[in-house]
């Protein structure tokens, strides 16, 4: 897989765009229709990631990341996307990925740079430090959707 950022110019970089691997077949669904939908939302995914097996920390899924990295996409779908919002939970058995579905796909995602630290917007800065993979690609219904993959 390539780097997760193509920098376009010094202070606007952007995702790779590309889907994720097709082996990844949902295993749950959230639609949110404003903030006040996040908690349940990240209430329902604690609860399907605690289905997965415990392992260790260096080969297992860490659900607090995952959750972390959903609210942050979900986040940045309620605010910069046109609601409802739907965040998808795939898996391949090995691995998790997190699709946040907006309505709004001519808006690609952008990771804030040349901001000051407490400035706000580095939600996404912060899922691609915590995912193996993050992307983002447009769908033919009108959809754009933005993921994360973890191990």
Avoid at 9 to 21: F, I, K, R, V, Y
Avoid at 51 to 73: F, K, Q, Y
């Amino acid at each position: 897989m390539t780097d997760a950022s193509d920098v376009t110019d010094s202070s606007t970089m952007t995702l790779m765009e590309a889907a994720p691997p097709t082996t990844m077949a949902e295993v749950h669904s959230w639609t949110l229709g404003s903030v006040d939908d996040l908690t349940q939302m990240r209430n329902g995914l604690e609860t399907w990631l605690a289905r997965v097996p415990d392992e260790d920390a260096e080969h297992g899924v860490d659900a607090h990341r995952v959750v972390l990295v959903a609210s942050e996409l979900a986040t940045n779908a309620l605010r910069h996307g046109s609601p409802p919002v739907r965040v998808r939970l795939l898996s391949d058995g090995r691995a998790a990925t997190v699709d946040v579905v907006d309505h709004r796909p001519e808006t690609p995602p952008v990771l804030a740079a040349g901001r000051r630290p407490g400035a706000g917007g580095f939600g996404l800065q912060l899922a691609r430090r915590a995912a193996r993979d993050i992307g983002w690609f447009r769908a033919g219904n009108g959809e754009k959707h933005v993921w994360a993959r973890f191990a």
